[in-house]
């Protein structure tokens, strides 16, 4: 018989025996012929390869990312249990089976491509793959593949670790996507800018120009005429003069005022936001005839100015979006003080209701609805938040969260 033992030395030392145990005849007796070998180190080797592969065993089933082992054919040997975080199979599922069953197939022919490659023994780059999930979803994966060698040198398949780089493709997309949307609201204001500038420049030209021009060549002729005026006709041609000059002035003090109240309402300055909100809700009623309802229970909120600014300029596009898109035929406002929050955090919030066609997901999310990103800058400029849904032919809510000093009075 064979069996190990361990035996203790003078020193303290641990050695290990191998024992061979054999039962003879000696002399016609029964004896045991027994052999020791020392098989110390041969076991110090075999226990640290032991623990060398327990220790990549963890390092490999514990790892994050897809490992696996493929044969000549491409069919699947290994794949450690990161398998099922990412795309959902257990490994069992697919051991034996093709690559090609779970590539986008988009990408078969290229995969299948790069295997031949790979069986060639080319050196294959890092790529990335779409992979169906067991849910029918898709992940992109980031391969790094090697080439297996059999004992003579040739190509028996391939090894890889495969990268779930799904959130970070979408966070690259996303980031993408708001660049540009930045870049296009940065063209837009530059856009607008130069309108506004053209719109100004134009009605002070046209309007005050032309009005001024026109009062101070009639102002000359009464000047003129005040020295030679001597008949009662020409005093009432005087007096027809007068009065043409004073509508004229009315009529320009007006386009002055509508000029300055379009690049900023006074009101807002003068008697605040609730204030400037009416007031808009009811000249845009006027202008468009559409139904209007304000309703609030604070007389004021004291807000810094450049909120209070952000807010109403939302609150104009906001207008604005609901004549150009919505179909509306009434338009709710709501001013309230919102609920505290866990933390203390108080909050106003302003809510735009509309009986339209209802805003879609679609549109809120497109890119190119610059007025609806300009309204969320707007918000983030001063820490707000803001909601937008709709439902079809239920109308649109506008949400927005604008937060107050803690202890701020109303």
Known sequence: SEYVISII?????????QVFRKEILWDGKRQFQVLYQDITECKRVEDALRESEERYRTLIETSRDLIYTADRKG????????LEKILGYTPHELNGKSFAEIFAPDFIDKARDLFRRAMKGELIPVYEAEMIRKDGGRNTLEFNVETLYDKKGKPAGRYGIGRDITDRRRVEEELRTSQRQLRDLAERQQRAREEERIMIAREIHDELGGGLVGLKMDLSWLLNKLYDTETDREITALLSKVRTSSKLIDKLILVVRRVATDLRPSILDDLGLIAALEWQLQEFA?????????VTALDYVNLEKNTSTAVFRIFQEALTNVLRHSRATKVVVTLREGDKSLFGDENIIFEIRDNGKGITEEEILNPESLGLLGMKERVLAFGGELSIRGEPGGGTVLILKIPRIQGEPL
Do not use: C
């Open 75 to 82: 069919s699947i040997t290994y794949m450690n249990p990161a």
């Open 286 to 294: 006027d202008r468009t005839e559409i139904q209007h309802e304000f």
């Open 9 to 17: 030395r003078k020193d303290g030392g641990v050695r290990h025996l």
